[in-house]
């Protein structure tokens, strides 16, 4: 069964390896994750190496048809943030 990790578990982690309050911790995981959303807000892609990549994922204009009416509709661009685990993370995983 997968278990998540939430936030706050993740800052107590980070407290009591560096020393640090919670308080702390939290913000910097906070700044982290917010980093992240602008970098990729921007189009940028954010690569921690040995961990992996944070990017967007664009699915261009397409038109389609509704097999009902024939209905012609227009997808709009939309972009989808993504991660990408890296070799050691995938290899991990499988364990």
Not at 56 to 64: A, I, K, L, P
């Amino acid at each position: 069964m997968r278990r998540k990790v939430q936030k706050s578990a993740l800052a107590e982690k980070f407290a009591s390896s560096f020393n640090i309050s919670s308080e702390e911790a939290m913000s910097m995981l906070k700044y982290f994750s917010e980093y992240i959303g602008q970098e990729i807000a921007r189009g940028r892609k954010v690569e921690l190496r040995g961990f992996g990549q944070f990017y967007v994922h664009y699915r261009y204009d397409c038109q389609v048809s509704n097999p009902r009416n024939k209905e012609k509709h227009t997808y709009m661009v939309l972009g989808t943030p993504k991660f990408k685990p890296s070799k050691m993370l995938t290899i991990l995983k499988e364990d």
